[in-house]
């Protein structure tokens, strides 16, 4: 809060907005997980990097479980997400949301620390030898969700402060920067 020539700075956790924050990854590209196993046989199933590509993300919410009231969403600027070379990350406001603030608690208690995410697919390939379901092209995103037990294990979700979520952030950037520049 301003007020005339002073800046205040609230560090009660219930009313600081930076302090509502979370971030994670609920889609990770090219990284084979079992979905199905039958009598020993393992049957996969991976994200293309591409798949996103034009993928409608327009009204995308967070919520728990793929189900209940959205914690943040893309629509109103409370759900952030950035598809990246290697991933998906997302990053969340929960202050604005009656649900936000005991999401962000359970985040930080451990209660929860694994995503996923719901969709439609356009198109994918399947390779008999491998096993393998690659999902080339995603329709539509309609959530990512904390959840108790992630299809891929990789996926993670985490509380953050607002400066250690902009310093990952800042570190994403020049990751992405670096590539750009080596490719």
Same mark, same amino acid.
């Given at each position: 809060?301003? &007020?005339?020539?002073?800046?205040?700075?609230? #560090?009660?956790?219930?009313?600081?907005?930076?302090?509502?924050?979370?971030?994670?990854?609920?889609?990770?590209?090219?990284?084979?997980?079992?979905?199905?196993?039958?009598?020993?046989?393992?049957?996969? +199933?991976?994200?293309?990097?591409?798949? #996103?590509?034009?993928?409608?993300?327009?009204?995308?919410?967070?919520?728990?479980?793929?189900?209940?009231?959205?914690?943040?969403?893309?629509?109103?600027?409370?759900?952030?997400? @950035?598809?990246? &070379?290697? @991933?998906?990350?997302?990053?969340? @406001?929960? &202050?604005? &949301?009656?649900?936000?603030?005991?999401?962000?608690?359970?985040?930080?208690?451990?209660?929860?620390?694994?995503?996923?995410?719901? #969709?439609?697919?356009?198109?994918?390939?399947?390779?008999?030898?491998?096993?393998?379901?690659?999902?080339?092209?995603?329709?539509?995103?309609? @959530?990512?969700?904390?959840?108790? #037990?992630?299809?891929?294990?990789?996926?993670?979700?985490?509380?953050?402060?607002?400066?250690?979520?902009?310093?990952?952030?800042?570190?994403? +950037?020049?990751?992405?920067?670096?590539?750009?520049?080596?490719?």
């Amino acid at each position: 809060m301003i &007020s005339k020539d002073r800046e205040y700075r609230s #560090f009660d956790f219930q009313t600081d907005e930076a302090e509502q924050r979370i971030t994670g990854t609920p889609v990770i590209f090219n990284s084979p997980t079992v979905m199905y196993e039958w009598d020993g046989i393992k049957y996969y +199933e991976q994200i293309d990097s591409r798949a #996103f590509d034009e993928a409608n993300m327009r009204d995308v919410v967070l919520v728990v479980n793929h189900g209940g009231t959205p914690a943040a969403r893309t629509k109103n600027g409370t759900l952030k997400l @950035d598809v990246r &070379s290697s @991933d998906v990350v997302m990053e969340a @406001d929960l &202050s604005k &949301s009656s649900v936000g603030p005991a999401l962000r608690e359970d985040i930080k208690n451990g209660v929860y620390d694994k995503m996923s995410f719901a #969709f439609t697919v356009k198109q994918d390939s399947y390779n008999k030898e491998t096993r393998t379901r690659t999902i080339e092209k995603i329709d539509r995103l309609y @959530d990512v969700s904390v959840v108790t #037990f992630p299809a891929y294990e990789q996926t993670s979700v985490q509380a953050r402060s607002f400066f250690e979520a902009e310093a990952e952030r800042e570190r994403a +950037e020049a990751r992405t920067a670096l590539e750009l520049a080596q490719a």
